[in-house]
């Protein structure tokens, strides 16, 4: 790290404010931040959602919408933010400050290719010809570690995987030689490997180029591995800044120490061996209606607590290919069981297979080959209307909350439509049974009356998660379900998850990339890749002793929340990674 004593800041924020109108009133987003970055340092904005950690950042290059009012003084370099017009700062993003986001699918235009939003980029702060322009994106796309730059630079972000969409944006926002980068949660949607790869390009770039990278995040391990020092916000305020091993070994505030003991981390599984639940308890009546949670006549009866709720055998995918071309088989013969109040966790990377195989099991995609049963019946190849009555047994929680909660619907009425499709539910015992939910999943009281576009993306997820548990499913087929919470949420929800499965006695299959998460819940894990099981096994034969090279490179890149430890990780993982990766 470049030496910052008695240097000017890249980046300063003095005494920031700001406040949004809106129907209801003013909100308070950021109140009185102060914090600045140095050449060559890292500085990571850490809190929860809401704590405006973003708001703070998207200021100093004048992002916030019309609605927002700002006060105090935000300065990069020399020049005073707060104070530009529109035109001026249009000339300074993407050459003094840039931005890499969250999402980007998003942030690339999808009509034009990668090579030319680059070019964009240069020809918007430089005087420079498009044969050159195109030259310097090839050699930008090289330096973000992008394979084949020469050919891809032609290509559109459609047909890149979400690793290479993020090269291409750090590509974009490095092209000018930016003093300042703003990175807002830039690896959240990312395998652990590429994750891994994105924040090592992250610190080359750092090292090479000397500009002040300003990381947004959640994830502490993001922090312990990239961050030179941490300022940790809640509700728009500043709670405590420290350099990161400080902070990590030390913390001086409850709060950072509540954050820190939120986090899951690898070694840390509490999951119960298969089997060991308690009996089904009895939904209580809340009074005032009625809930039915015991099963009708004529369905499945209840199955002992060791038998076999979800049997997979030898599950086939294949979509045909596009101007006939052979079909591309998504899954290939894959096996799995879960028994009642079992975790299986599947993980691999992005496009391994985990959510195809999840939504053949919820009978969402309809397999080519293969066997599928539930609680001993098969689900493949049943009719929608025999489909119906098995719904009730079964739980989704999608990856995106906005597919699961209808935009026309208040968050309580999406919640509490299973109740109302399946009549378990009625009267006053609905509210209370959704309010409850709600509570489980820590939505404030009067979330129920919001619309799903009024709440966050993490408060979308939570609310996802209750709709899924409202009818006590048999089987929970979880995909990423905590992958945008607050840690100190999302170790609340993983608590709630191992409670209502303790109680109730459901089977789960959990699909997610990260491994700390699965390590927590899960009792046995099945690695896939390129759609087959590569490894199977307990957690600890997974996680802790796994035998193939490719679940050794998945566990190893995942970052720990300990600066020490993730250094010496890093080094010791530095063999694994000597290969090249696609991504």
């Not at 809190?47 to 919408?65: F, H």
């Not at 699918?105 to 939003?117: E, I, K, N, R, S």
């Not at 969409?165 to 980068?181: D, G, H, N, S």
């Not at 199955?303 to 049997?311: D, F, G």
């Amino acid at each position: 790290m470049i030496e910052t004593v008695e240097r000017t800041p890249a980046l300063s924020i003095e005494s920031l404010s700001v406040t949004f109108a809106t129907d209801a009133g003013a909100v308070n987003a950021v109140c009185d931040v102060s914090y600045e970055v140095f050449p060559g340092e890292v500085l990571a904005i850490v809190g929860e959602s809401g704590s405006g950690k973003s708001v703070s950042s998207r200021t100093a290059i004048g992002l916030l919408p019309g609605t927002a009012r700002v006060r105090g003084l935000v300065t990069v370099g020399s020049d005073t933010i707060t104070s530009m017009s529109e035109k001026q700062l249009t000339a300074l993003r993407g050459g003094a400050i840039s931005m890499v986001f969250q999402e980007p699918g998003a942030a690339l235009d999808p009509l034009f290719t990668v090579g030319f939003q680059i070019m964009e980029a240069l020809r918007a702060h430089a005087d420079i010809g498009r044969k050159a322009a195109k030259a310097r994106a090839i050699e930008l796309l090289r330096m973000v570690g992008l394979p084949d730059p020469e050919h891809r630079v032609d290509f559109y972000p459609h047909q890149l995987s979400g690793g290479q969409k993020q090269r291409v944006m750090i590509a974009i926002a490095i092209a000018c030689e930016p003093t300042v980068i703003i990175a807002d949660e830039p690896t959240t949607a990312l395998d652990v490997t590429v994750q891994a790869e994105i924040l090592e390009l992250l610190r080359d770039l750092r090292d090479r180029l000397g500009s002040a990278i300003v990381l947004i995040t959640h994830n502490m391990g993001v922090v312990a591995d990239l961050a030179d020092r941490v300022v940790v916000m809640r509700s728009g305020r500043v709670v405590e800044t420290a350099p990161v091993d400080e902070l990590f070994a030390n913390p001086r505030e409850e709060y950072t120490r509540d954050l820190l003991a939120a986090v899951p981390h690898l070694g840390a599984g509490l999951a119960p061996a298969s089997g060991a639940v308690s009996p089904v308890a009895p939904q209580p009546d809340a009074g005032g209606g009625t809930v039915t949670m015991e099963r009708p006549a004529g369905e499945l009866p209840a199955v002992a607590a060791a038998e076999t709720v979800l049997k997979v055998t030898d599950l086939v995918v294949e979509f045909p290919g596009a101007l006939g071309r052979p079909a591309f088989r998504a899954v290939d013969e894959v096996s799995l069981t879960i028994g009642r109040g079992e975790t299986l966790g599947l993980v691999g990377e992005s496009g391994s297979g985990k959510s195809t195989i999840g939504r053949c099991v919820a009978a969402l995609q309809r397999p080519t080959a293969g066997r599928i049963r539930v609680l001993g019946e098969e689900v493949t190849g049943l009719s929608e209307r025999r489909l119906r009555p098995m719904r009730k047994r079964l739980g989704f929680v999608f990856q995106d909350p906005a597919t699961s909660l209808n935009p026309r619907l208040t968050v309580g009425q999406c919640v509490a439509e299973p109740l109302v499709v399946h009549r378990a539910a009625t009267g006053s015992a609905l509210r209370e049974r959704v309010r409850r939910l709600l509570d489980d999943v820590q939505l404030a009281a009067g979330t129920e009356n919001r619309y799903p576009h009024e709440l966050s993306g993490g408060q979308r997820q939570r609310a996802s998660l209750a709709r899924a548990l409202v009818l006590n499913p048999d089987l929970l087929i979880a995909d990423e379900p905590t992958s945008a919470l607050d840690v100190s949420v999302q170790a609340t929800v993983l608590e709630i998850f191992a409670g209502l499965q303790r109680e109730f006695g459901w089977a789960c299959l959990f699909i997610s990339h990260d491994l700390a998460v699965v390590d927590q819940l899960a009792a046995r894990i099945a690695v896939l890749r390129n759609g087959s099981v590569v490894e199977q096994g307990t957690r600890d034969e997974i996680l802790r002793h796994p035998t193939q090279e490719y679940t050794q490179r998945l566990v190893a890149a995942v970052p720990v929340p300990d600066p020490v430890e993730q250094r010496r990780r890093r080094a010791a993982s530095a063999a694994l990674f000597a290969t090249d990766h696609s991504e």
